[in-house]
Every structure is written in structure tokens, then in C-alpha cells.
């Protein structure tokens, strides 16, 4: 695929100037760049390209500038399916020559699937009020809607209500166990949680999480790879993308579909685990440093290679994007799995984009106030 992107550059190697003008191509190969495999070098300029030109570019149509500044955000290949819906249907909205009945249809889909949605939601706060969080979990983040939105961000459909029902609990639990890692207990009580969960579920995740006290405790840095490793598990990617199968239905997670997932050797579940870790450091490790709290990879490569936090920075996001790369390639391999599994490990990555866009959204959670009442809250006007 990449071969084809050498006819875009003149005879001295550059992008040709009259990709310039051309706005609706120039965005076109903004968003195709994103999905280059390792090693599409060509990819990577045409990336560079885009972005720069794209954003010095002066866009007359104001439907267009509103198109551009999202997918400069948020390209298609990096944002939740079901927000890019949302996103399109104003964007096609404010284009003069759009079909009406078209628009009509749309919009009556989107509010008819966001009532399904709504109710789902309101299963999910009963049942997260019985636990009555706010009282016996009090060093916890109440963030049941957030985890809802992680969780219908790796699939809306409505055939998937069981699933979204099953996984949506188990991301919520998840998240009162890391805070009650991170947050409350003592090394020598998580030590007693510890061993006490090695008698259930959850054993590596719980582990993991040990190993990272153990470091804060001691006040050490591991090395980046040292860290990955853990981090691998305790970013709970590969947890949620197992359990993520579950309610899908036995024609479709199959015992072939849970022996792919589980594999320590996944390159598709372990993408999944680096863009979420290393992002999340890269958006939080300034607030984490005003509580005792273990060594993020920032730290980590900063004392490993004595270089500065912008450096840190700077190669963590190289990091990120070979490992959307090997998603890429992942998914445009044949595989025995049906797209309908490898699309959740895809959209869990996805996810990360939106809630750590900028800043840490699950944390700070007003930042995504304006995101989910859109997906939630507010009717489209038809």
C-alpha cells in the first residue's frame, strides 16, 4: 500500500505543492497515514506532511475547519466508532448538498440506539449505588458512567447488551482494586489483599500490582523494559479484552477466540497494553508526583538514560505509535478470528485515545462531561 504514496512526490523527493490546494485530499492522506505499518517510512512523511500543512492551512468552509480541527484530535483510525458517528452527523449537517431523508434516517438511528444506551446506563448506577461506593470505598474514583463509556467504546451494538452488562462490572471492580493499590492500602495490607486473591481471580493483575508497591515502597525505578512488563498486565488491557468475549456468544468467542487472547505473545493485546500505559503516564505522571505513588515510565526513562521529561516524552510517544503500528498490522493479516474479536481489542485502543486525550479523563472526569452528554444526554434535533 505504501508504494502508491510515492506518486504524491515531485522529482527532488518532496510532497508535491499542489497537494496543498487540495483540501479534501490532503485530510484523505492525513487519516490514511495513520493506519502505516512498521516500517512505511513514506507513511510517516505523508503524516508529517499532512498535519503540518493542515494545520497552517487557511479552510474557507467553516463545516470543513470544524472537520479538520476534530481529525486532527482525533483521526478516524484512533477515535471511538460510535463518537465519530456523533461527530459526522453535525458535520454532514451543516454541508449545503446533503440528503435530507439521509440526514433524517441518521439522526433517528443515533437517538434511537441512545435510549437503549440510556437504560443500559441506568442498570449499571442501581447496581453501583447498591455497593454504596461513596461510604465504603471512600479513597476509590465513583466513576461508574466513565466505565460504562470505556466499555461502549469497545462495542455499541445492540446484539453486545449481555456483554457490555458483564464486562461493565468487571471494569468498575477493576478500578476500586487499582485505587485501593494506589491509593489507600499499606504495603504490608495490600500484601495480605494480595495473597488473599491468589485463592480467586485476577492473580497476575493483583501480582503486578504488588511488585509496583513494592518499587514505590523502596522508592525505586525499573528500567522501561522492567516496567512494561508489568505494566502489561496492569493496565488490565489483557483482563478486559478477554473479558470483553464474554456474552458475545459461543459462535463467535470460541475456545480458539480465548487461547488467541490470552497468549502472552499477542501483539494486538500487547499494542493495546503499551498505548494505554504509556499514554496514561505521559497525560498524568506531573499529578502522580504530588502523591507517593510508584515510578511512571516518564520517571523510569528519565533516571535510566539521565535524559530530561521532554525527551521521556518524546520517545514514549514513538513508543505509542509502533505499537498502533502493530495493531495495524494485526488487523490486515488474515487471522483464523472472526473481525468481530479483533475489532474489541482495536476499540479498546481506541478508547485510550479519547479518555487521555490531553489530560487524564477518567481521573479529572469533567473533561468528558461535554463528550458524554453528548453520546447520553442530548437528543439530536431532527
Given at each position: 500500500m505504501a508504494d502508491g504514496f510515492k506518486t504524491?512526490?515531485?522529482?527532488?523527493?518532496?510532497?508535491?505543492?499542489?497537494?496543498?490546494?487540495?483540501?479534501?485530499?490532503?485530510?484523505?492522506?492525513?487519516?490514511?497515514?495513520?493506519?502505516?505499518?512498521?516500517?512505511?517510512?513514506?507513511?510517516?512523511?505523508?503524516?508529517?506532511?499532512?498535519?503540518?500543512?493542515?494545520?497552517?492551512?487557511?479552510?474557507?468552509?467553516?463545516?470543513?475547519?470544524?472537520?479538520?480541527?476534530?481529525?486532527?484530535?482525533?483521526?478516524?483510525?484512533?477515535?471511538?466508532?460510535?463518537?465519530?458517528?456523533?461527530?459526522?452527523?453535525?458535520?454532514?449537517?451543516?454541508?449545503?448538498s446533503h440528503n435530507q431523508k439521509l440526514l433524517v434516517f441518521a439522526k433517528l438511528d443515533f437517538n434511537m440506539l441512545q435510549s437503549d444506551h440510556r437504560k443500559e446506563l441506568n442498570e449499571v448506577t442501581r447496581w453501583w449505588k447498591s455497593l454504596n461506593v461513596a461510604v465504603n470505598f471512600r479513597h476509590a474514583r465513583d466513576r461508574v458512567v466513565e466505565c460504562y463509556y470505556w466499555i461502549y467504546a469497545v462495542y455499541f451494538e445492540p446484539k453486545y447488551h449481555l456483554a457490555r452488562m458483564i464486562i461493565v462490572k468487571i471494569i468498575s471492580l477493576l478500578s476500586l482494586l487499582d485505587d485501593t493499590y494506589d491509593n489507600f492500602g499499606t504495603h504490608d495490607e495490600v500484601e495480605i489483599l494480595t495473597a488473599a486473591i491468589q485463592r480467586m481471580q485476577l492473580k497476575k493483575l493483583c501480582r503486578s500490582h504488588l511488585t509496583e508497591i513494592q518499587w514505590r515502597s523502596k522508592g525505586n525505578a525499573p528500567t522501561l523494559e522492567e516496567y512494561k512488563a508489568f505494566a502489561y498486565i496492569t493496565s488490565c488491557c489483557p483482563i478486559l479484552c478477554t473479558s470483553a468475549f464474554v456474552g458475545m456468544g459461543a459462535e463467535i468467542a470460541t475456545r480458539e477466540a480465548f487461547e488467541w487472547v490470552i497468549n502472552e505473545s499477542n501483539k494486538m493485546v500487547r499494542a493495546g497494553s503499551i498505548i494505554f500505559r504509556l499514554q496514561n503516564d505521559i497525560v498524568s505522571h506531573k499529578f502522580e508526583r504530588n502523591r507517593k505513588h510508584a515510578a511512571s515510565a516518564v520517571e523510569c526513562y528519565v533516571k535510566e538514560h539521565m535524559a530530561s521529561e521532554d525527551e521521556a516524552v518524546e520517545f514514549l510517544w514513538t513508543e505509542i505509535s509502533k505499537a498502533w503500528k502493530d495493531i495495524a498490522e494485526a488487523c490486515q493479516k488474515p487471522t483464523p478470528l472472526?473481525?468481530?474479536?479483533?475489532?474489541?481489542?482495536?476499540?479498546?485502543?481506541?478508547?485510550?485515545?479519547?479518555?487521555?486525550?490531553?489530560?487524564?479523563?477518567?481521573?479529572?472526569?469533567y473533561l468528558l462531561k461535554a463528550h458524554l452528554s453528548s453520546l447520553f444526554v442530548d437528543l439530536i434535533p431532527l
Open positions: 504524491l512526490k515531485d522529482g527532488e523527493g518532496r510532497f508535491k505543492a499542489s497537494l496543498e490546494s487540495d483540501e479534501q485530499g490532503l485530510l484523505s492522506l492525513y487519516e490514511a497515514a495513520h493506519v502505516a505499518l512498521n516500517g512505511e517510512g513514506i507513511l510517516d512523511e505523508a503524516l508529517a506532511f499532512a498535519t503540518k500543512t493542515l494545520k497552517s492551512h487557511k479552510i474557507c468552509s467553516p463545516a470543513f475547519q470544524k472537520q479538520v480541527q476534530f481529525a486532527l484530535r482525533l483521526p478516524i483510525w484512533k477515535c471511538v466508532p460510535r463518537s465519530l458517528t456523533r461527530h459526522y452527523i453535525d458535520i454532514y449537517s451543516e454541508d449545503a472472526l473481525v468481530a474479536l479483533t475489532d474489541r481489542v482495536l476499540n479498546f485502543a481506541r478508547s485510550i485515545s479519547v479518555i487521555y486525550e490531553k489530560e487524564d479523563g477518567y481521573t479529572n472526569s
